[in-house]
């Protein structure tokens, strides 16, 4: 059934923003509903088309609404996560009738993307998706945090805004961040530099993160005094580390043994984030990764708390998110067996060969 609908905006002054730079976030509702036609005129947003699509897409036009008057700059990132936020809502609330279970409450999307986490130099760091929201929700009600997930996912990053923001509020009187420095194709031995040289590279995403959020001219007096300490994971063996935050990075480089050494680091008023990939593991073969294995082995306990983010929660260019999925699609075709569970291969026109039938014991 056709319908038609205008949803007038008010205060004409913030139409542009609505509309994003260069109406980019217009462009981005025009993909996600390609079955309504939207037309702008002044500060009227005309809307036609069937009554079911017309009615989700003037939904996400007043949410997106809500999250500019909440101080949020619309981006068509922010734009996309307001319309799978709102859909993923309707479906489980669909679902929820289908199977006569109760609705459970849903916070909106600027309830979610409009939060702050941190005001640092003259910006505000927020989650800028649903997944991410709910990370920051594990560190703040958990001593430790897993956070596990591909590149692009602001693990890392949301960790340390909320370790800045801590020690901004004296939840904690230092900031410890730290990383292993696996070899991956080069030998730190024949790294030109001394020690501190040589493993500054692995720990430089870490100082990136901390130049964002802190005045950069501050760092080394921080460092200096011992408030912010970067360092990598060899050197946390045998401490005992109080009323810190500290953050592992990278740990899927961690060996079984490593993880437990760090874990076992924790002191008294600390909170401890670990975030890392398990696709990406840099280890030698066969070498057990630390963070798949601490997934398995802590998962359950209390006050461990665990976030695993997706290609839906990269929030760097778009096409990361799909790279992601194309090569989690072509990893899982690669490991499905033939149907009968073996795999073969034969050159082309050559004929399998008998296996002769060999009898085995119990």
């Not at 798949?292 to 997706?310: H, Y």
């Not at 490991?335 to 085995?360: C, L």
């Amino acid at each position: 059934m056709s319908a038609s609908r205008v949803v007038i905006v008010d205060d004409a002054a913030t139409m542009p923003d609505l509309l994003g730079s260069g109406d980019s976030v217009l462009r981005e509702l025009e993909r996600a509903f390609p079955a309504v036609d939207v037309l702008v005129r002044g500060n009227h947003i005309s809307l036609t088309g069937r009554d079911a699509d017309v009615s989700e897409c003037a939904a996400a036009i007043e949410e997106l609404r809500s999250l500019l008057a909440a101080g949020v700059a619309l981006t068509p990132d922010v734009a996309r996560e307001t319309v799978r936020m709102l859909q993923g809502a309707r479906s489980a609330v669909a679902a929820a009738r289908r199977e006569g279970a109760p609705r459970e409450a849903t916070s909106s999307p600027v309830t979610i993307l409009s939060r702050s986490i941190l005001s640092s130099r003259g910006r505000t760091i927020r989650p800028k998706t649903e997944g991410q929201a709910a990370y920051v929700q594990q560190i703040e009600r958990h001593t430790v945090t897993f956070c596990i997930g591909p590149a692009g996912t602001g693990k890392t990053y949301l960790a340390m805004a909320q370790a800045v923001a801590a020690l901004q509020t004296k939840q904690v009187s230092r900031i410890i961040l730290t990383r292993p420095a696996v070899e991956a194709g080069e030998r730190l031995g024949f790294l030109p530099g001394t020690l501190s040289e040589k493993i500054d590279p692995y720990l430089r995403p870490l100082y990136d993160a901390l130049h964002d959020m802190v005045d950069p001219e501050s760092i080394p007096r921080l460092i200096e005094a011992g408030t912010v300490e970067v360092a990598p994971l060899a050197y946390m063996r045998g401490r005992t580390l109080n009323d810190a935050f500290i953050i592992l990075d990278e740990a899927q480089n961690t060996t079984r043994e490593q993880m437990k050494m760090f874990l076992t680091r924790l002191g008294f008023g600390s909170t401890m984030v670990v975030t890392g990939d398990i696709t990406q593991v840099d280890l030698p073969g066969g070498t057990t990764s630390g963070l798949r294995a601490a997934r398995d082995i802590l998962r359950g306990v209390d006050d461990i708390g665990f976030s695993e983010l997706g290609a839906q929660d990269v929030v760097r260019h778009r096409l990361v998110s799909d790279i992601i999925t194309a090569y989690a699609t072509d990893e899982a075709r690669r490991e499905r067996p033939d149907r009968d569970g073996q795999q073969r291969h034969f050159s082309r026109g050559a004929e399998p060969r008998a296996t002769p039938y060999k009898e085995t014991g119990p």
